[in-house]
T-cell receptor, first 111, second 115 residues
């Protein structure tokens, strides 16, 4: 079936460090892929998306590339800030439009 | 301001006492959905609605009901809550079906505790 697997958290980094959060998926067909972010006490909001293989989504300094050959959509940022502390969810869309979410990865950035 | 509004934000109740969590969106979205968020499990879809009077089960519908009588509202009903329904609930909406190129807009969440 369709599923999303993310690296386990929490991930703790110092400010200005490089961030990678791994995400791999299992899906039939060609899903669209998403990263959502959840700041403390808030709902999820879309961070970036990619709709086909080799697409790169980017927003707020974050990037992720849709890699069909490795079924991956890893999230990266070159220099994290304290304000990036949040929970990050990888997700895919399946037939009928439903989103399937990974379990979430908590990121904590220390000054 | 475009938003999805859920109420209540926090609720403590007892087993078997019926409750309703309301959800309203002001973006004229066709698609609405309910999720629950539990530690280590991410978000799991409870029910969704493609349009008025059209609802369908998600991945974990047991113990829940929904209705979609108006486009803007999508209440979640727990007829007889049980402790395993203690969770953080999110309502979300989308102009399209939520997948593909559609973007889901989430409410701020409703934290429910069932004693």
């Amino acid at each position: 079936g369709n599923s999303v697997t993310q690296m386990e958290g929490p991930v703790t980094l110092s400010e200005e460090a490089f961030l990678t959060i791994n995400c791999t998926y299992t899906a039939t067909g060609y899903p669209s892929l998403f990263w959502y972010v959840q700041y403390p006490g808030e709902g999820l909001q879309l961070l970036l998306k990619a709709t086909k293989a080799d697409d790169k989504g980017s927003n707020k300094g974050f990037e992720a590339t849709y890699r069909k050959e490795t079924t991956s959509f890893h999230l990266e940022k070159g220099s994290v800030q304290v304000s990036d502390s949040a929970v990050y969810f990888c997700a895919l869309s399946r037939k009928g439009g439903k989103l399937i979410f990974g379990q979430g990865t908590e990121l904590s950035v220390k000054p | 301001e475009a938003q999805v509004t859920q109420n209540p934000r926090y609720l403590i109740t007892v087993t078997g006492k019926k409750l309703t969590v309301t959800c309203s969106q002001n973006m004229n979205h066709e698609y609405m959905s309910w999720y629950r968020q539990d530690p280590g499990l991410g978000l799991r879809q409870i029910y969704y609605s493609m349009n008025v009077e059209v609802t369908d089960k998600g991945d974990v519908p047991e113990g829940y009901k929904v209705s979609r009588k108006e486009k803007r509202n999508f209440p979640l009903i727990l007829e007889s809550p049980s402790p395993n329904q203690t969770s953080l609930y999110f309502c979300a909406s989308s102009l399209t079906t939520g997948g593909g190129t559609g973007e889901l807009f989430f409410g701020e969440g409703s934290r429910l505790t069932v004693l």
